[in-house]
């Protein structure tokens, strides 16, 4: 929960940002080894060691690494000894930056690693994906998450959201831009067209349509304004960020549309600047459409021009990376202003929209949502 005089806290910026090369499959790798580079490539990046930072936090899932406190054999990765203050979170590493965020804002640390990561492949991600519904009427049903989308789609196209054409662009757009994107597990240069001429796997879904089934992690180095300056040329500010959640039930739901999305954006101040660049976790082609709808982005903002989900979508991660892949173009001076998106649950059920800028904010000027935690 914020309060007035929280918001007020110390401005936060990210300094540093890596995360793996991206495949279907990492058989041969363990969680740890799988996370281990990153975290020794982004403390690389501003150049300390386990001993620089004051604070830890994870994103990842124990459904993916079948067994419970799995994070806790993941601590190797940053060095279990001498102790270090960490926490973790079960979701993306979206959710893992915000709570370091709030450390950093609040006084209680000066620098912050953040890490998310997951393994898709041993399981069917689908069906296990298919556990997060509510468990009396759906759940028993094993409904995929591929047909839970096919169902949001469907209601998308018959509302004018969208059109099986426009999502085919938005495929082939993606596929395009990740060419860009070293790290991207799916690049081709094909057409819309082309998407169009491939079977559906769940109507109006084709596969193209689709997230693949991803490998990989990420990690993220935040900074308050005295050591931000010391690690980081061009620090990425976070002069917004703000969380918040949808209904549970999908039959209560609007699926055309993600109101936590909007008052998200709205808390962060989407809405009060320019826009050079958004990422977007959108792991089916329409989600694009709902969230430039309710993110108010305006047609000509770029959107993905990493290739977003599409080109890949490690769980607990892809999140995570949407503020990292607009913290980079903060960094490398293509952009000044940027927005990222990260969810969770069924069907964009849980929002949290960030807002970066190469501008440091003023005191009291960053947009952290202050309402009472009732009103999320």
């Known amino acids: 929960m914020t309060t007035s005089n929280f918001s007020a806290g110390r401005d936060v910026a990210i300094v540093g940002f890596a995360q793996t090369k991206h495949v ?137 959201v969208t059109s099986e054409a426009e999502m085919a662009k938005v495929a082939a757009r993606s596929r395009r831009s990740a060419r860009n994107n070293p790290n991207a597990q799916l690049a081709w240069d094909g057409s819309a067209e082309d998407v169009l001429a491939g079977d559906y796997v769940a109507n109006p879904l084709r596969r193209d349509d689709c997230a693949p089934i991803t490998d990989g992690g990420a990690a993220i180095v935040l900074a308050s304004p005295e050591r931000a300056a010391e690690l980081c040329s061009r620090p990425a500010w976070i002069t917004g960020l703000d969380h918040r959640i949808d209904a549970h039930a999908l039959g209560v739901r609007d699926l055309t549309r993600a109101p936590s999305a909007r008052l998200a954006a709205e808390g962060a101040g989407v809405g009060d600047g320019p826009v050079d660049v958004a990422e977007l976790h959108t792991c089916f082609t329409h989600h694009e459409a709902i969230l430039r709808n309710e993110l108010g982005l305006a047609d000509d903002v770029v959107v993905n021009p990493s290739g977003g989900p599409l080109a890949a979508n490690p769980m607990m991660a892809a999140g995570m990376i949407r503020i990292g892949e607009v913290a980079n173009r903060i960094f490398d001076g293509s952009a000044n202003r940027g927005v990222a998106h990260a969810t969770g649950g069924h069907l964009m059920q849980h929002n949290l929209v960030a807002v970066l800028s190469a501008d440091q904010p003023s005191a009291g000027q960053s947009s952290t949502s202050n309402q009472p935690e009732g009103s999320r």
């Open 24 to 160: 279907r499959a990492a058989d041969t790798l363990s969680e740890v080894e799988l996370i281990q580079p990153v975290i020794a490539e982004v403390m690389d990046q501003v150049d300390l060691d386990h001993h620089g930072f004051d604070f830890y936090c994870s994103g990842s899932s124990d459904y993916l690494a079948g067994q419970a406190f799995s994070f806790v054999m993941t601590l190797d990765a940053i060095g279990a000894w001498p102790p270090v203050a960490e926490s973790h979170v079960e979701m993306d590493g979206a959710w893992a930056l915000y709570e370091a965020y709030l450390k950093i804002r609040s006084g209680h640390a000066d620098t912050a690693l953040v890490y998310g990561y997951g393994k898709s492949s041993p399981g069917d991600l689908p069906r296990v994906l298919s556990r997060m519904c509510e468990p009396y009427y759906t759940a028993p049903l094993w409904p995929t998450s591929v047909e839970l989308a096919a169902l949001q789609a469907r209601a998308c196209i018959e509302a004018g």
